[in-house]
């Protein structure tokens, strides 16, 4: 898949799920929760255990029908690994240059984490090709209002403090998508075996995500 349709297909599907799960066994199961409620957008953090695992078998199970990257990246080195297993996009939440210019020569679309004016403007410049506002929760719909202002070519997508209530404001404000975590997936309902209460949270984030994109389209 080219970088310029994996971009469009973040655009279209409006969210990823950042995933930080607690086993491997139970990060697979919190996939499949989210595909089932209709989640087609997934990030597994190299927080998880056994990351690389959990993205192999992901990536066999579902193949394309699924946009499965890597996250949390903070190691020049994480980038090729994360290519060769399949990932499709990369993400971490700092800007550092040796990684975010590693990240790029990948190959794989790149989101750099930033929050102040200078991180976002320097992610874009180490070539990240969307930004990752992080954490979102400090910052606010308003706040991408106010960078979008000297920055309108720099596409951004918050995470942190993503939840059904705000997500319409987020997109108001100018993001091409959200991350969205523990709101959504939180791992004590994987602990707890509460799979089902995960795929339901999933068609809530759905369903609105689909209606903003309908407003938009109007």
């Known amino acids: 898949m080219e970088k310029t349709d994996v971009i469009k ?21 919190i996939i499949d929760a989210l595909v089932q409620g209709g989640i087609l957008g997934i990030e ?11 993205v192999e078998q992901a990536n066999k199970k579902y193949g394309d029908r699924i946009l499965l990257g890597m996250g949390t990246l903070t190691l020049p080195e994480q980038a090729e690994s994360a290519r060769d297993i399949g990932a499709k996009f990369l993400v971490s939440p700092i800007c550092n240059e040796p990684l975010v210019r590693s990240m790029a020569e990948s190959g794989l679309v790149t989101m750099a984490g930033a929050l102040t004016p200078t991180e976002v403007f320097q992610a874009y410049e180490f070539g990240s090709d969307i930004v990752k506002v992080f ?10 209002r106010a960078i979008k202002g000297p920055f309108p070519h720099i596409p951004l997508m ?4 993503i939840n059904i209530s705000n997500i319409r404001d987020w997109f108001e404000a100018g993001v091409i998508a959200v991350g969205a975590g523990s709101e959504l997936c939180p791992s004590q309902l994987a602990k707890e075996g509460r799979f089902e209460d995960i795929t339901k949270r999933a068609m809530s984030f759905v369903k609105i995500i689909s209606e903003v994109q309908s407003e938009k389209e109007q």
């Open 135 to 144: 954490p979102g929760s400090l910052a606010g719909p308003a706040y991408i």
């Open 9 to 29: 297909r973040i655009k279209d599907l409006g969210l990823l799920a950042v995933i930080r799960g607690p086993s491997e066994t139970l990060t697979i199961k």
């Open 158 to 161: 918050p995470t942190g403090g």
């Open 44 to 54: 597994v953090t190299f927080s998880t255990p056994n990351a690389y695992d959990v």
